[in-house]
């Protein structure tokens, strides 16, 4: 994984061209997701189960200084440097301080294979043999229909107000209905006749598993469809410079990442974590959302928006470190990275889902109102206006042309705010049929070496 993250960086550094700039990041997020997904396994396979939640907010605990740094240190490599130097700088960083992590891991794999306690590796026979091995183990066919499916499913979101007829459009028409006979197919084809699973299915007759990823998938998606235009919402409607905007953003990071302290410690005291996402997680996080339904007006204090910002901060901190002691604390120890990975992709599936949706929701709706709301002597500009945030914050705020393009991203966010207040009520919904699990008083067995 460091690896991984380290290529993309130098192919970022040195890319000429789009092509190679998006082959960059395929690297670089693998490499990144890949390492905090293995930094989560790698905590619960060495710490008990009531203080596992304190430990994974300690993971995160360095964007408590990180946020405040990435701005100026980004500012300052553009103004010197240059970006390409900036990328390669970090190619060196990462693998340095990576290494005593490294290091540490390797010695235990030493040691752990000269006491006799790995199995050795068996042969698969030939080159070929070992590809369709490893096809078969890692479901290379299931995750291919998968991943097509969902594109061409989520694709038809983006591109359907380019289209003459829109949704009927029969390029769009196509993209959804092959995307969900693809994702049904994926699932007949998991439960039927894929030789390896990637979905284990006796781990979803869990009550608290199901509905666990249910809570995370409406979770997630909900955030994507009101977090998706905030950056530009803070620039245009609040009028808020590029820095001050930057760190509005940065507040749920924060936020969440001391409260995933903080419950983390209580957690080892009171460990019923339904109750912590029940009364507290969940009904924060929808208060948060459902309150900019009126903060995001124009002609609002920003303190408001930054009130809300707060909510939500403490509710995700403690809803992403509820819905991840919860899988772990009703699976055995050797199922929690299959439970961990479910859920990620989970996750990412509904994230994606989300900002389809915001997609849809802004293309078919901004330009509308925007146009209704325009003067007539702006109305020739129009194409400029819509395209370009900077075009749009231009005009100076108070007259006619700011005016009507505050009002249409009021508008638009005010139908964006209520679809995703509308998810969260399921959110509290599924939480509440989790089992009232107590981890301070659970045991499950480590996997730790020493």
Known sequence: MVASFTLGLIMMAGCNNVQTYCAAQVFFWVGYLGIDFSLTILV?????????????????????????????????????????????????????????????????????????????????????????????????????????????????????????????????????????????????????VAPTKFIPFELLEDRTVFFTFVMAACLYTGWYIWDSYFYSLNIVLFDQSITAATYIGNIYTLGSCFTALVVGAMLRYYGKIKYYALFFGAPMTMLGVACMIAFRQPNVNIGYIVMCQLFIAVGGGTLVIAEQMTVMAVSSQQNVPAVLAIEGMVISITSSVGSAIAAAMWTGIFPKRLRQNLPATAQKDFTEIYGSLVVQSSYAVGTPERDAINLSYAQTQRVMLITATCFYVVMIGATAFWRNIDVKNMKQRRLGLF
């Open 44 to 192: 619960a396979d060495t710490t008990a189960l009531r203080s596992r939640a304190l430990m994974i907010g300690f993971t995160s605990s360095p964007w408590l200084v990180t946020t405040w740094c990435t701005g100026p240190a980004a500012a300052r490599i553009l103004k010197t440097i240059g970006f390409r130097c900036g990328f390669g700088v970090f190619a060196i960083v990462m693998p340095v301080a990576s290494a005593p992590l490294l290091i540490l891991l390797w010695r235990l794999q030493a040691e752990a294979n000269r006491r006799g306690l790995v199995p050795a590796k068996q042969s698969h026979g030939t080159l070929r043999q070992t590809l369709i091995h490893y096809a078969k183990e890692f479901d290379v066919a299931g995750l291919l229909i998968l991943t097509t499916g969902l594109s061409l499913f989520l694709l038809s979101f983006s591109i359907y107000s380019y289209q003459a007829a829109g949704f009927a459009s029969p390029l769009i028409i196509c993209f959804i209905v092959f995307g969900v006979a693809l994702v049904v197919a994926f699932v007949l084809y998991e439960k039927f």
